[in-house]
């Protein structure tokens, strides 16, 4: 890219060149007419989101954008592909594509002008479905919400009795109802950490509804009233996106922490002692997961070779993996093409979406808790 910030004007022809050939003596007839009629037609919606028109065309996003690398020129339109193409497409008329994308912000962090694209499609997938209503493969999933305060419509979970302490663990619905088993390693770790935790009657965050074009209010104001009631200060997460909605979200009153924090500060302070282990892993690092704790734990394990690779995405995110399940299943593919590559005996992760995305590959996958909790002498 050149950094140049492309605004959201455009020339106008006003009359003949003043700098050429004025007369029109040595090339006669080519000059356009003396006068101009300029039909200016109103649209403010085209300068309502003005960043996209920052785009200065170097394709940074595109070589990163797990959507536009599984499927192409269908995730865009006309002259500009990818994300930031949808949104400029859907500024006049929000259209299905806006639901392509998993909200991993890497278009953003590879774009030189930072355009916020993920933000902008977002607040497009709310004016489509005010517009269209919801599409098809998310219909089910805010029914679940709406009715039972989870995405999966599964029988009513049974919490240990309620208490007061100073950290909420709140487990999110996929390490709920699906993969349980990195909920159990996390109350193992907290266990024998001797954390003053507890668990809550909890509902979904409310990341799912806000992907698909609806407001989280009332699932807010549920949960924040389960915690109040706990007297807890600060809340430990194993889902990065129940963790990035809270962060963004819910009231600041909360000390919020993924549980990689957690444990990396047990691991510092002498407080777990890992085993050794001989033995070659790769780390998965979530979209939504804004810390190198994992990767730093990793790190300190003592006998293990750990092989990194760039960030990518593991298409479960920003509801592309219940609408559009084709889509997710090729990015994850790709996903653990990149893995494969490294020999790594294990795929690490942080991140139950993850986890359950990236579980058909070849190498088996497990989520960091699971790995802890199996090494805690």
Known sequence: GTGHITTSYID?????????????ILVPGIH???????????????????????????????????????????????????????????????MEEVFYCTTCNLCRENCPVEIPVKDILLKQRREYVKRYNLVQGHEKLIQNIRETGRIFKDLPVQVRK?????????????????????????????DKTGADYTLIDERCCGSPIL?????????????????????????????????DTFKNHYPEKYDLLHISEYLKEEVDAGKIQLKEVGETVTYHKPCHLRTDAPEEIIRQIQGTIYKEIKEGCC?????????????????????????????????LSACPFCKDNLKEGEQPIKDLTEYLNEMIE
Do not use: W
């Open 12 to 24: 106008v022809i006003s009359g003949p060149s003043k700098t050429a050939d004025v007369e029109g």
């Open 32 to 94: 356009g007419p003396r006068e101009v009629i300029l039909i200016v037609v109103e649209r403010p919606e085209m300068v309502s989101k003005p960043e996209v028109y920052h785009c200065i065309g170097c394709g940074s996003c595109l070589t990163i954008c797990p959507t536009y690398c599984a499927i192409g020129n269908r995730f865009g339109r006309e002259s500009y592909l990818g994300g930031v193409g949808v949104a400029k497409a859907s500024i006049i008329d929000p």
């Open 162 to 190: 309620e208490k007061k302490a100073r950290m909420v663990y709140f487990k999110g619905c996929m390490s709920t109802f699906r993969r349980e088993e990195i909920a159990q390693a996390a109350e193992d770790l907290l």
């Open 211 to 243: 992907k698909t074009g609806s407001g989280i209010e009332e699932l807010i104001d549920y949960n924040i009233s389960r915690i109040e009631e706990s007297g807890a200060e600060t809340i430990l997460f194993t889902c990065p996106g129940c963790l």
């Open 315 to 347: 298409g479960a995110g920003g509801g592309v993996r219940s609408a559009y399940p084709e889509i997710s299943k090729v990015i994850a593919e790709e996903r653990l093409k990149v893995t494969k590559e490294t020999g790594a005996e294990t795929i």
